[in-house]
């Protein structure tokens, strides 16, 4: 006999965060997205199939990480909301659709793809990074800059140093 899937989290003390399911389905479908790429722009060249890997990957790295489990707010969703239309899928399909030309009607050259792929993923890469570092230091410590400090014993006066 198994387990059922609702007593795994009980056993084990852990609690599934509300997130947890749509970033699953969301990061499945991401992957898929790009195996239905990497699948049809193979012919084009190496370049447009690692650079958009590498794309992937910093994407599924901010969908995991980008977004604090115990404070998620809208600025880290709309960020990788951003990140994920306008960077990646928004490319893709235009590079499906008619793999020489872009909306704007320019021309798709290998180089440039992988160029502009890999500075979208070290953009980022560089924003998870850094955004998850500052999360984590907030939530663990004050913030110095903004601390309200009593002036006298009523409550009433108070300055922000």
Known sequence: MGLRRREWPQLTGE????????????AVFIIATEIVFVFFMASAGIEFVLSSIVLTLALLLQLSFG???????????????????????????????????????STVSAQEVLVTNLLC?????????????????????????????????????????
């Open 15 to 26: 609690r599934r965060h509300f997130l947890d399911g749509p970033r699953t389905a969301l």
């Open 67 to 105: 977004m604090q489990r115990d404070a998620a707010t809208p600025a880290d969703i709309v960020a990788f909301i951003f990140n994920w239309l306008f960077l990646d899928l928004a490319p893709k399909i235009q590079l499906l659709s008619v793999p020489t030309r872009l909306v704007n009607t």
């Open 121 to 161: 993923a070290l953009f980022i890469v560089t924003f998870t990074v850094i955004y998850a570092r500052i999360g984590s230091a907030a939530s663990g410590k004050p913030n110095p800059a903004a601390t309200i400090v009593l002036v006298s014993g009523d409550a009433r006066s108070w300055d922000i140093r």
